[in-house]
């Protein structure tokens, strides 16, 4: 049955509900006799609490309640590990003991009648600490090795690989880089705040929660809580942006039912743009020293990849800084190490492109280098160094589009009119820059499952728990199923955001097509099957209404063994142009483009979209993100958006997206490689090599703010 509906660039279903105020967010639900909590956060690093007084916070105005480690509920916090959680380490136990382990940290807990009441009434708890010596500095932080990453062939990521010699081949090749590049924490800034209703019926718990996993939500609060399976329910429809941030589940969401639990009301706990910076995780500060070798011909000899990052006391997040530098390009020795920085700072996570993003960074501007330094084309430097296979797993590639990606990138950008010397290109005064990156991101397949009810008149219900942050899930996900199923899409409704659905994985890591649509496409298709033997008909629609009566279905969809045989990756390239102001110092990105090797395209519209807004992100990481922390204390200086740049509407350049065509059966059902991530990746090495290319200077640490430049 051919597809009707995948492949075509149609509009958000959910796109009306969005711009006329009728999505509801987390914040927004409506629950009888709704009280507020504000929290009280720590002031130091490290330390315990000595004496905490509650008294005027108690006495003040609509109190219900004031909550600390003194008085609130003994939890049993179970031990839960979901596939996004660090694997080595302990998740914070809020309010349970006097011990400080980050700036930030809840302390207390005030639930009101009214957020002013409740604010109001936080500010008058007084807490006297006993400050110990704590690490809050990366440059004098001790380096350990990653403990959840062995080097055995068992492991996904491990922390040190070697093949070759490359220190010999380093010293023999004919031209060599050895650079250090540095990335600084980077939050997230979505424009929904993190936010949790909660509210108790008897042993059972709901909660209205901003969360990228619905599941995975219910199922830590269920073991935090010591929860039957089960009694955790979770709704979470609409997400207003979360890029990571609302992959795990923060204390925030156990404080509202800690709050809700005490008061035996629904209790709403909503963060403030500044406790955004202490309440959900971030990108680590990342220090990396590449050197690269090569001949005269520009064939690498040599790479050496060397990675730290901080990460928090209790909590082991390692990034996959290193995994690009192991594949990406043909090499007979490489040497790749990452350590980590424990430190008292919360901890970490996941923040779009996480890890490759910040690895390719390094790698790529490293080959810029290189580049100038054999006098080589970038282009045609990466070109001569394309690998046929996977050098590191040995594996050959599902498919890899690198050399078309350059091809048509370069063409549709205009590369060929470059000139090659740095400061050769102006308009007027004003210093012009071209410079390119690869890109790629790994594919990401996991098990989810998905339901149908198909109905007599012709409609079909589909459903699944997955969340959708913007990329588009509802609308991609009906076209999947409505093609599948055989029906006019604008009888198939698709439902998610509620863990009363079928599970799925997280809705990160460019996954949720790969996974939930697989789910979507193989339970319809079956149900399809079903009605059609059951009635002997060919049209589904005329099957219904000879059948009489609804028919459900459920699909368990897991992932095949294709990822032993084969290595498995989007790639892509980046072109970027830049004006620089040499009076000013200020770098204007003036066009983006974007060629994408990503597998089947289920929503054109939808794709492009999302590639522009990974674009963006990475211009502001290149240009403007950085997270400024006091080494003194680990107190976040800028917590907020008067102070934390991210680009805005009028940052924005002229973004050219490409999709080239490739066929991949090996990757999943659906062919689908994701793009929420490696539209990151590759954006701000080609700014900065942008940079370079338009004023000679050579910046290494991020954001290129005008002050490198003068």
Not at 463 to 477: F, I, Q, R, V, Y
Not at 503 to 513: A, F, L, Q, V
């Amino acid at each position: 049955m051919p597809d009707m509906y995948i492949g075509q660039p149609l509009s958000r279903i959910d796109g009306r509900k969005k711009v006329t105020g009728q999505a509801t967010y987390a914040a927004e639900f409506q629950a009888q006799n709704l009280a507020y909590a504000a929290a009280v956060r720590s002031t130091i690093a490290c330390g315990r609490i000595a004496a905490i007084d509650t008294s005027a916070a108690e006495s003040a105005p609509g109190v219900l309640a004031v909550l600390t480690h003194h008085n609130a509920m003994r939890l049993p916090y179970r031990e839960h590990r979901s596939m996004i959680d660090p694997g080595t380490g302990e998740r914070l136990h809020v309010l349970q003991d006097e011990r400080v382990l980050h700036h930030g940290q809840p302390v207390a807990l005030v639930v009101a009648t009214t957020l002013e009441q409740a604010w109001h009434a936080a500010a008058l708890v007084r807490v006297a600490y006993a400050e110990d010596a704590g690490s809050t500095d990366i440059g004098s932080a001790a380096l350990v090795a990653p403990r959840d990453f062995g080097a055995g062939p068992d492991k996904v990521r491990p922390f040190e690989t070697l093949r070759g010699d490359p220190e010999a081949a380093f010293f023999k090749a004919a031209v060599q880089v050895d650079a250090y590049y540095e990335i600084p924490r980077e939050n997230h800034n979505p424009i929904e705040l993190h936010a949790t209703i909660a509210a108790w019926d008897g042993d059972r718990l709901t909660l209205w929660d901003k969360t990228q996993f619905v599941s995975g939500a219910a199922d830590e609060l269920a073991a935090i809580f010591g929860l039957a399976p089960g009694n955790v329910h979770v709704v979470s429809p609409f997400v207003g942006g979360a890029f990571g941030s609302a992959l795990r589940t923060w204390p925030h969401v156990t404080l509202a039912a800690l709050g809700a639990r005490a008061v035996g009301r629904p209790v709403k706990l909503m963060l403030t743009r500044r406790e955004m910076y202490y309440g959900t995780g971030f990108r680590p500060h990342t220090v990396q020293q590449v050197r690269l070798g090569a001949g005269g011909d520009g064939r690498l000899a040599a790479i050496e990849h060397d990675s730290h990052q901080e990460a928090s006391m209790y909590e082991e997040y390692s990034e996959a800084l290193l995994d690009t530098s192991r594949f990406l390009y043909s090499c007979p020795n490489v040497h790749t190490r990452h350590q980590v920085a424990p430190m008292n700072v919360h901890t970490p996570t996941w923040m779009r492109a996480p890890g490759e993003v910040s690895g390719n960074f390094a790698l790529e501007c490293a080959m810029d280098e290189l580049a100038c330094k054999l006098g080589i084309d970038p282009v045609e430097l990466r070109v001569r160094n394309e690998p046929a296979m996977d050098e590191h797993l040995k594996l050959p590639f599902s498919s890899r589009a690198t050399l078309e990606c350059y091809r048509v990138g370069a063409e549709r950008f205009g590369w060929s009119r470059r000139t090659p010397q740095p400061g050769s290109m102006r308009d007027g005064r004003l210093q012009i820059g071209w410079g390119m990156a690869t890109a790629n991101y790994p594919v990401f397949y996991a098990p989810a499952s998905a339901h149908v009810r198909l109905l007599p008149d012709g409609r079909a219900e589909v459903s699944a728990s997955a969340s959708d942050m913007g990329p588009g899930t509802w609308t991609s996900m009906t076209q999947v199923a409505a093609d599948a199923l055989g029906l006019p899409i604008e009888q198939v409704s698709f439902m998610l955001g509620d863990s009363r659905y079928p599970r799925t994985p997280p809705h990160g890591g460019s996954m949720t097509m790969a996974s939930v649509g697989s789910a979507v496409q193989a339970v319809c298709r079956d149900a399809r099957a079903q009605v059609l033997a059951r009635t002997g008909g060919t049209d589904l629609a005329a099957a219904l209404r000879l059948l009489g009566e609804p028919l459900e279905a459920s699909a368990d969809h897991s992932p095949d063994d294709s990822g032993k045989h084969f290595s498995r990756h989007a790639f892509g390239a980046v072109f970027a142009e830049v004006a620089v102001d040499p009076d000013l110092g200020e770098t204007r990105v003036r066009r983006l483009v974007g060629a994408y090797g990503a597998g089947r395209i289920v929503n054109p519209k939808l794709a492009r979209s999302q590639c522009e807004g990974g674009m963006f992100g990475g211009m502001g990481m290149a240009l403007m993100e950085h997270t400024v922390v006091d080494p003194r204390t680990g107190r976040v200086t800028n917590g907020n958006l008067a102070e934390y740049a991210v680009p805005v509407h009028a940052d924005a350049p002229h973004v050219d997206v490409l999709f080239v065509d490739e066929v991949d059966p090996h990757v999943n059902p659906l062919g689908v490689k994701g793009l929420g991530e490696i539209a990151t990746v590759g954006v701000p090495a080609a700014i900065v090599n942008a940079i370079f290319h338009a004023t000679g200077r050579r910046v290494r640490s991020l954001p290129v703010t005008p002050d490198r430049l003068l």
